[in-house]
């Protein structure tokens, strides 16, 4: 320090000694430099044309770019290769100037995730089964421990691999490391399916093998920590265990992903494995589970023609299949067994009349197809739409929706034998605590039938999810994992004391089932911080669009909020309003985060699913314009400062609007977007599926085929018309291939007017994104960046 404080008083006194003389040569002989011209603005990719005519219909088109999906032409994919470096560094210099913002996000982004590297532990018998990541390593591990070793392994932190030094007991056993499996497939682990046997002796699970694209089946031995000799298969879609663990039924898929067969496996055999099914035509697809009790497998033949459903007792694997449901056309059929009784839990016409919402059936289990009786357990209900039903020994749980709003409530089993239609009211539900602003409830695996705790994820635009432990006898309730945002921490309360009971006070069908915050435990919601508005939209034709806007109290001004508009609208899924961390990002810089829930998704039932698909595709693209002019008209968004976002299927959704209506928005984000749908349902390169024909149309059918053309993005794009910015990202691991992201890019440029302010880039990643939390951050920074960008340019 004498030393420090000796320098510092030696320049100052040198600093003194100069005199104004010389201060004055100083300024004289400084020349200021001359201000830098403005670094030139990066040159654009111009991929080449290699112009093809197709027809179809009697209509012909021509694609300048066709050459970009032709992967067995080597010269092709030389130039594609080319063509997507200059993309990747064209990306680069116009993102240049938001290094440091990405830096920040992706900053933000990584200190908001979770901490908590274990998934809450699942019982299941005598065993809790968890996975958890082990320091420095990227894959999980997954592990099993005693129940009744639970209080030893919770008291010591971390106990490593297991083992509790000061007891010396090895508490854990370790399943499988996921890093192991990853040095046997080229250093990547994605995992699809992983079954244990209900005896807990054997893990069956499939890896995704990415030289050879298709997902590989293996059985390890719990026991010895070994691989069974068989089965070992490849193209497996689906698996289900039978006899108690010595049996394990697979499917395999052919080489358009069609799953078609149905394989049975007797572990430890040295018998080849049997073919129990084949299903020859092309359009017939194959789908089997076990039902709760694990007395039986169903199987599922399913076209867009028909439905039919068969049950193999697991008792006895190779007794055969019967028959026992049959309908006309493609309905969603899930089939459960509880004391000799079947459910049948399904979207399927009644009487030759189309229905609008799924309905629960029942049949006695010892009954021929031909004398079979379905009777429909509840009458009908205008209140109250059974979402989802979830089955344990002693209760049945169904996930209902009033409106927008989610119900959760159990009714005691077995259920009265009662030949008429029920009310739900005189089963007497019990209706499960729930906290505001449900945006999904999506049942966890519940694999213990003979317990009376269900698990469920409750997800809110204003709550990380929360995983919820309902025990349904004693009416207690647990908040197993949630994350703490203001704590930065995650809550874990498995097995605490904090917990709460939903039986203390009878609540009737009509009540509201929110929780009082003073009664229960906290959910961690930030409700404080941020608010949600539902509004109801008036679309083109008349037809009423929810909207759902999150915004920060603190940072909310009339018409000067940025705003970003998500939508998807296909397939009849809901769209995904959970809570997600990056867009905290947004909203604490004054963001408006909106979701419009367009006519093709979910949570209106099958019409409203329906009106947005095939020749109706239009009234999806049409909802979402609506509900963008309605963020501006009542300025809850500024004027010329609304983006878009779309995933998938929601990204030509965004893309589409777009064309139909360029100065809408300032910006737009599409993720692994659906941009050439002409194009690839009439030539598909990679496998499609009866759900994406159903969904997007047939081009066999002129009416379909005509509505394709009209809505595809990418044929449809407008010349001469500055169109937003535009940031398309896309992957090497996708099933709507680069190509199509590429192509639009391309023409996206070649045809709309140039405006540095308003470019259009293409993001690549070779990994799949969703795989790697890490990664997510790295893309989401970039892509929160260029919103950002986009809006102060």
């Known amino acids: 320090m004498r030393h420090f404080l000796t320098s510092l008083r030696h320049n100052q006194l040198h600093h003194r000694r100069i005199t104004p003389r010389i201060h004055f040569i100083f300024c004289a002989n400084y020349k200021p430099q001359k201000p830098q011209p403005p670094p030139s603005p990066p040159s654009i990719p111009k991929p080449p044309k290699k112009p093809v005519t197709f027809t179809h219909h009697g209509e012909s088109w021509e694609d300048p770019y066709s050459w970009m999906s032709q992967l067995n032409d080597k010269v092709a994919m030389r130039h594609m290769d080319a063509y997507m470096e200059q993309e990747e560094k064209y990306t680069e210099a116009v993102m240049s100037d938001t290094e440091r913002l990405q830096s920040k996000l992706q900053s933000e982004m990584g200190s908001r995730l979770s901490n908590d590297l274990s998934t809450p532990p699942l019982r299941w018998g005598p065993w809790l089964y968890y996975r958890r990541v082990e320091e420095g390593k990227q894959y999980p591990v997954l592990c099993r421990r005693l129940a009744r070793a639970n209080e030893d392994f919770i008291s010591n932190k971390s106990p490593s691999a297991g083992f509790d030094f000061t007891s010396g007991k090895r508490i854990e056993q370790k399943l499988l490391d996921y890093n192991e499996e990853a040095e046997k497939f080229g250093g990547y682990a994605y995992e699809e399916l992983s079954e244990v ?27 010895f920590g070994s691989l069974c000799s068989q089965p070992q ?13 010595q049996a394990l039924f697979y499917v395999v898929t052919d080489q358009c992903k069609r799953p078609y067969r149905i394989y049975c496996s007797m572990i430890g055999s040295e018998q080849d494995d049997v073919l129990l099914l084949e299903e020859p035509s092309e359009n017939g697809y194959v789908n089997i589970r076990h039902t709760k009790d694990f007395q039986f497998v169903t199987v599922h033949v399913f076209s867009t023609t028909s439905s039919k459903i068969f049950l193999i007792d697991t008792a006895e694997p190779l007794s055969g299949m019967v028959p026992v449901w049959e309908c006309e056309a493609q309905a969603q059929c899930i089939l459960e067994h509880h004391q000799g009784y079947l459910y049948l839990f399904t979207d399927a016409a009644k009487d030759g009349q189309s229905v609008d919402h799924h309905y629960l059936l029942r049949s006695p289990v010892n009954c021929s197809l031909n004398r079979r009786k379905w009777d429909n357990i509840f009458s009908d209900d205008s209140e109250f739409i059974i979402e989802d039903v979830d089955f344990n020994d002693k209760h049945l749980v169904l996930i209902l929706r009033e409106g927008q709003n989610f119900r959760l409530c159990s009714i005691s089993l077995p259920l009265p034998s009662v030949k008429e239609e029920i009310k739900l009211k005189e089963l007497s539900p019990q209706f499960l605590p729930l906290p505001k602003n449900v945006s999904q409830i999506m ?17 809110s635009p204003l709550m990380p999810d929360a995983v919820v432990d309902y025990d349904l006898s004693s009416g207690k309730w647990n908040i197993v994992q949630q994350q703490n945002l203001l704590h930065e921490r995650t809550k874990v309360l498995y097995g605490s004391s904090s917990s709460a009971s939903f039986i203390q006070r009878p609540r009737n069908l009509g009540s ?35 909207l759902t806007v999150v915004y920060s109290r603190r940072r909310k001004k009339q018409a000067e909020n940025p705003g970003l508009l998500h939508g998807h609208g296909a397939y009849g899924e809901i769209l995904d309003k959970r809570w997600r961390s990056e867009l905290k990002s947004l909203l604490d810089r004054g963001w408006v985060i909106a979701y419009a829930d367009v006519r093709g998704g979910g949570g209106g039932g099958k019409m409203w699913h329906h009106d947005g698909r095939r020749t109706k595709k239009i009234n999806s693209i049409s909802d979402y314009i609506s509900c963008a002019k309605f963020l501006i008209e009542r300025e809850i968004v500024q004027d010329n400062k609304l983006a878009g976002w779309g995933y998938s299927a929601g990204g030509l959704l965004v893309a589409s609007a777009i064309n139909f209506c360029p100065s809408l928005l300032r910006a737009a984000v599409l993720e692994v977007p659906f941009l050439d749908p002409a194009n690839t349902l009439l030539n598909p390169i990679l496998p499609l599926t009866p759900a994406d024909y159903e969904e997007f149309g047939y081009p066999g059918d002129i009416d379909d085929f005509q509505a394709i053309r009209k809505y595809s993005p990418y044929d449809n794009i407008q010349k001469y018309i500055l169109y937003p910015a535009i940031l398309v990202t896309s992957s090497f691991n996708t099933r709507f291939g680069v190509w199509e992201a590429a192509k639009y890019v391309a023409r996206v440029r070649e045809y709309s007017v140039y405006d540095p302010k308003h470019p259009v880039l293409l993001n690549l990643t070779a990994d799949i994104v969703e795989e790697n939390r890490y990664l997510h951050c790295k893309e989401s920074a970039l892509e929160t960046a260029f919103l950002i960008k986009m809006m102060e340019s």
């Open 233 to 245: 298969a490849d193209q497996v879609s689906n698996i289900a265990w039978a006899k108690g663990g």
């Open 197 to 223: 046997s209900p005896d807990h002796r054997y893990l069956a699970y499939t890896m995704y093998d990415k030289d050879h694209d298709y997902f590989k089946l293996s059985v390890r031995d719990l026991n």
């Open 512 to 546: 509201n089932n929110e929780v009082n915050p003073e009664n229960h435990p906290t959910w961690n919601d930030l409700s404080e911080f941020y608010a949600c508005e539902v509004y109801d939209v008036t679309s083109y034709d008349g037809m009423i669009v929810p």
């Open 443 to 459: 049942p966890g695996p519940n694999y213990d039938y003979y317990s009376s705790t269900m698990r469920f994820t409750i997800s």
